[in-house]
């Protein structure tokens, strides 16, 4: 709270956070302070009990569920990532598809997806791999979950006016990509530099891109 008020003109994005961490004091700061992005990364890993257990995280389904369930009221338009990893050793179909069906219902709007990767000296190491075959997969079905949870977000976007910054990207002849606070990306004119903060009101979809004609300059320092 305090570092928000001291510095008001720098935005702050959280990012990695455990699930118990999305608590009461921190969602409330939100919605004080305007310098904070309407954003969460949460690290969720998976969302079977099983798993979790496993991995040894302080979290279970539920709470993590809360949690999400929690950060969305913030706002219809917020925006919510999640860490997911793959092919945990032991990992089932059974668990797979827990983590599967609960992202399929909540409120994310976007994945990361990692493959497990051992690391020596840990009791995962010593565990048995789930086969790379099925570790493949199961990241193709995750990822393509992620694809539709991302499209779905940002056509909620459409006709509303956010804050975004300009990137140097240039996705499409004459546009630029802009990335809103809500860590989604929107097509603008090139016209507008690099590093500007602007505010945009997404119009649809060009080539599955969101983009936006409508641009001005954000009110915001």
Aim: glycine letters at 6%; a negative charge; proline letters at 8%.
């Amino acid at each position: 709270d305090t570092v928000l008020s001291d510095f008001p003109d720098m935005r702050f994005r959280l990012s990695s956070i455990h699930p118990n961490e999305v608590k009461k004091p921190l969602l409330d700061l939100f919605n004080k302070h305007s310098n904070m992005c309407p954003y969460l990364h949460i690290s969720l890993q998976s969302a079977s009990d099983g798993v979790l257990t496993r991995m040894r995280r302080p979290y279970d389904v539920q709470s993590a569920g809360q949690a999400i369930d929690d950060a969305a009221t913030i706002s219809p338009h917020f925006g919510i990532g999640a860490d997911v990893i793959v092919g945990f050793p032991g990992e089932t179909d059974v668990e797979f598809e827990e983590t599967r069906s609960f992202i399929k219902r909540s409120p994310l709007s976007y994945l990361h997806v990692f493959r497990f990767s051992p690391r020596p000296g840990t009791p995962a190491a010593e565990m048995k791999p789930v086969h790379t075959e099925t570790v493949t997969e199961r990241s193709r079905l995750l990822r393509a979950l992620s694809r539709a949870k991302r499209h779905d977000f940002e056509t909620r976007l459409i006709d509303t006016w956010l804050e975004a910054i300009v990137e140097t990207d240039v996705p499409l002849p004459g546009r630029r990509q802009a990335t809103t606070g809500n860590y989604a990306t929107v097509q603008v004119p090139d016209d507008w530099a690099p590093g500007t903060l602007v505010r945009v009101k997404p119009a649809g979809f060009i080539n599955g891109m969101l983009f936006a004609d409508e641009v001005t300059v954000s009110a915001s320092p």
